[in-house]
C-alpha cells in the first residue's frame, strides 16, 4: 500500500511539471503569508506547482516562493476576484486557509469581528471558486468545532470527527468554522466541487507568530521562557490542568498533500496529535528543552475548554496515514527559533 502511494505521489509531482510537454499544474494558497499558508506554499513549489499566494500581508519571517504574491483584503469580492483569477483555465488546486484568528488571548474577545471576517472570506473566495470552474478546493476547518460538553474533563476529551453534532462550540470562532464546513460542502453538492476539508488540531513549528496577542500555546510559552531568567517565574493562564494535542507543522502539510492527493474525495478529517499533554506539562517540557529552571504561577486567563486532543481512528482508515512525530522533538526545533527572534529583539 505505501509502494504504491509513493509511486501515485511521485506521479502527481511530474504531472505538476513542464517535463515531456505537461503543462504544470497551478495552484492558490489564501492565507499565503500566515505560517501554515507560508509553508503551504513552499510545499507546492517543491513539487512543481506554478503557485501564487494571496494575504494581506507578506510573509513576516522568510521570503517569497511563490510565482506571484498578490496583496488583497479577501473580505472584498473584488479582491477576491482578482486572486482566483487566471488568464487561461482555472487553478487546479485551491487552499483557503485565510482567517482572523489567532490563539485563545485574541479569540476570547473578538467574536464579532472572527466571525464578520472570516465568513465573508470564505463566501467570497467559495464564490470565485465556482465562477472560474475550480474542482478541487481545501478548506481549513478547526478542532474548535467540537462540543464543548465533550471537552470537559481534561483526561478524556471525545474528538472523533462523528461528534460534532448536535453543534455546541465553545468559541464563536468554533461557529463560524461550522459554518464554514457547511457552505463548501453545500456548494459541493450543488456544483460538483471537489471539496477537502480537514479540521487542525493547534499546529506549531518555527515561523509561527511569537509575540503580539495572537500568539498559540507553544509559541508563547517559548517567548517566555526565552526572556527569563534562570529561576524566574512565569505566568500559565487557567490551573494549567486543561489538555491539548499539538501538531508540527510539516507533519500539518504532510496531511493536506495526502488528502489533496487522494483519488476520492476523503470526508472531513482530523488534523493533529494524539499526544495529549498539560497546558503546566508544556511549559515544563519547554523549559527542559531551554536547559533552564523556572517556576510555574497560574493566573486568571482564557483556558478554552477543558481538554481537547485529536482522534486519529478515520485518517488512519482513510489515509493509511496518521501524525506519528514527538511534540518533543517538534519543540526542539521552535524553541531554538523563538530564542533567536527575541534575542534579535534585545
Not at 60 to 89: Q, T, W
Not at 169 to 179: I, N, Q, R
Amino acid at each position: 500500500m505505501l509502494l504504491s502511494f509513493g509511486l501515485w505521489f511521485f506521479g502527481s509531482i511530474l504531472l505538476g511539471t513542464n517535463l515531456f510537454g505537461v503543462q504544470q499544474k497551478t495552484a492558490l494558497v489564501c492565507g499565503g503569508g500566515g505560517f501554515i499558508g507560508y509553508h503551504l506554499v513552499n510545499k507546492y513549489k517543491e513539487e512543481g506547482y506554478w503557485v501564487r499566494g494571496v494575504d494581506l500581508k507578506e510573509p513576516e519571517f522568510g521570503p517569497i516562493y511563490a510565482d506571484e504574491f498578490l496583496i488583497a483584503d479577501l473580505r472584498d469580492p473584488v479582491a477576491a476576484k482578482k486572486a482566483v483569477f487566471l488568464e487561461k483555465g482555472s487553478f487546479d488546486e485551491v487552499c483557503q486557509l485565510a482567517a482572523n484568528m489567532g490563539g485563545m488571548g485574541f479569540l476570547a474577545y473578538h467574536d464579532a469581528e472572527i466571525m464578520h471576517d472570516s465568513a465573508l472570506i470564505n463566501l467570497n473566495v467559495l464564490e470565485e471558486c465556482r465562477k472560474t470552474g475550480v474542482k478541487k478546493v481545501f478548506y481549513s476547518s478547526s478542532a474548535c468545532i467540537y462540543p464543548l460538553r465533550n471537552q470537559l474533563d481534561p483526561e478524556n476529551p471525545k474528538c472523533s470527527e462523528d461528534s460534532a453534532y448536535p453543534a455546541d462550540p465553545d468559541t464563536e470562532y468554533g461557529w463560524e468554522k461550522l459554518f464554514s464546513e457547511r457552505l463548501y460542502l453545500s456548494y459541493m453538492r450543488d456544483y460538483g466541487m471537489d471539496v477537502r476539508i480537514m479540521r487542525f488540531h493547534n499546529v506549531f513549528g518555527p515561523q509561527e507568530t511569537w509575540e503580539g496577542g495572537r500568539e498559540k500555546a507553544p509559541a508563547a510559552l517559548c517567548r517566555k521562557i526565552a526572556e527569563a531568567k534562570e529561576g524566574d517565574e512565569i505566568q500559565i493562564w487557567g490551573k494549567g490542568d486543561q489538555t491539548r494535542s499539538f501538531l508540527f507543522i510539516d507533519e500539518c502539510l504532510e496531511g493536506i498533500r495526502r488528502l489533496m492527493l487522494a483519488p476520492v474525495r476523503p470526508p472531513i478529517l482530523n488534523l493533529g496529535s494524539e499526544e495529549k499533554i498539560s497546558i503546566n506539562d508544556l511549559a515544563l517540557l519547554i523549559a527542559k528543552i531551554a536547559g533552564k529552571q523556572v517556576y510555574l504561577k497560574n493566573v486568571p486567563g482564557p483556558e478554552g475548554v477543558r481538554g481537547r486532543n485529536s482522534d486519529n481512528a478515520k485518517i488512519q482508515e482513510v489515509l493509511h496515514w496518521q501524525p506519528t512525530a514527538s511534540l518533543e522533538s517538534g519543540l526542539r526545533k521552535l524553541y531554538p527559533w523563538v530564542l533567536q527572534q527575541v534575542e534579535g529583539k534585545r
